[in-house]
T-cell receptor
Framework: DTTVKQNPRYKLARVGKPVNLICSQT?????MYWYQKKPNQAPKLLLF???????READTFEKFQSSRPNNSFCSLYIGSAGLEYSAMYLC???????????FGPGTRLTVL | AQKVTQTQTSISVVEKTTVTMDCVYE???????LFWYKQTASGEIVFLIR??????ENATVGHYSLNFQKPKSSIGLIITATQIEDSAVYFC????????????FGTGTKLQVVP
């Protein structure tokens, strides 16, 4: 089973409010990624965990937080949502030594 | 730094014909992986096919194949006998084998297959 799950599938948030997105996989993959995808743009890497080590992109360092309490679970946290955060958020995972990434169905976040 | 470029923003083809989507990349590494993904109407991204840079033979999976031209840093996706359900956005991606821990994506090519 190469399933990556994301919850919720759709999220409506108010400007200035926090948002917490959840991703899970039961494949024992040691690397988990979060991407932001806006229309007509490439998926943009926000951060990733290799095992328990969090790596965040420099330009999104302060905007997104994450936690990974166990190998299967990874969250993406936005402390104060802005209109520019409206996007599809995609979680992916990859096993050690694996080539391709397996994506979840995404969470479509709309900030009003 | 690695970079992936897809210059075709959209393509329209007639069903049952063959289509090629272009992708060029930049990397300083001698060994890397190239990928093509498909984004469905629901937004889900699905892995299609991969080319390892150290392999000369072009990868083929079902009706997907790749045209890997290493000297040109080019990895084209070829879909033969296209079907209506192939209509989607296709992304090219690359990950460097030694230094890369994540994939860099292109901006995507929207394919429309019409009857």
């Amino acid at each position: 089973d190469t399933t990556v799950k994301q919850n919720p599938r759709y999220k409506l948030a108010r400007v200035g409010k926090p948002v917490n997105l959840i991703c899970s996989q039961t494949m024992n993959h040691d690397t988990m990624y979060w991407y932001q995808k806006k229309p007509n743009q490439a998926p943009k890497l926000l951060l990733f965990y290799y095992d328990k080590i969090l790596n965040r992109e420099a330009d999104t360092f302060e905007k997104f937080q994450s936690s990974r309490p166990n190998n299967s679970f990874c969250s993406l946290y936005i402390g104060s949502a802005g209109l520019e955060y409206s996007a599809m958020y995609l979680c992916a995972s990859r096993p050690t030594g694996g080539r391709e990434q397996y994506f979840g169905p995404g969470t479509r976040l709309t900030v009003l | 730094a690695q970079k992936v470029t897809q210059t075709q923003t959209s393509i329209s083809v007639v069903e049952k014909t063959t289509v090629t989507m272009d992708c060029v990349y930049e990397t300083r590494d001698s060994s890397y992986f190239l990928f093509w993904y498909k984004q469905t109407a629901s937004g889900e991204i699905v892995f299609l096919i991969r080319q390892d840079s150290y392999k000369k033979e072009n990868a083929t999976v079902g009706h997907y194949s790749l045209n890997f031209q290493k000297p040109k840093s080019s990895i084209g996706l070829i879909i033969t006998a296209t079907q209506i359900e192939d209509s989607a956005v296709y992304f090219c991606a690359m990950r460097e084998r030694v230094s890369g821990t994540y994939q860099r994506f292109g901006t995507g090519t929207k394919l429309q297959v019409v009857p």
